[in-house]
């Protein structure tokens, strides 16, 4: 919490935070910190997952859990 409001404390209004993993509790751990943070909005719905935006590049980290079976979760959130 103490480095989402750091972030979000050098962002403007509007701002978009997009945050991915594939690992399941550490999604499930940010999803919680994200949408507890009184000036996020949740872009995808609130305790959603954002679909990958294609504009985001798939990395070798990402392909190595998709070959252990890993999901990959986004989230996106704006500043309010």
């Not at 962002?11 to 507890?36: K, L, N, R």
Request: overall charge positive; aromatic content about 10%.
């Amino acid at each position: 919490p103490e480095w989402l409001d750091t972030v979000v404390s050098k962002c403007q209004s509007g701002a978009v935070i997009h945050a991915a993993t594939d690992w399941e509790p550490y999604a499930e751990h940010m999803m919680s910190v994200f949408s507890a943070h009184p000036q996020l909005t949740n872009l995808a719905g609130e305790g959603k997952y954002s679909p990958r935006p294609a504009s985001r590049p798939i990395t070798k980290f990402e392909l190595r859990g998709h070959r252990l079976g890993h999901n990959s979760y986004d989230l996106i959130f704006s500043r309010r």
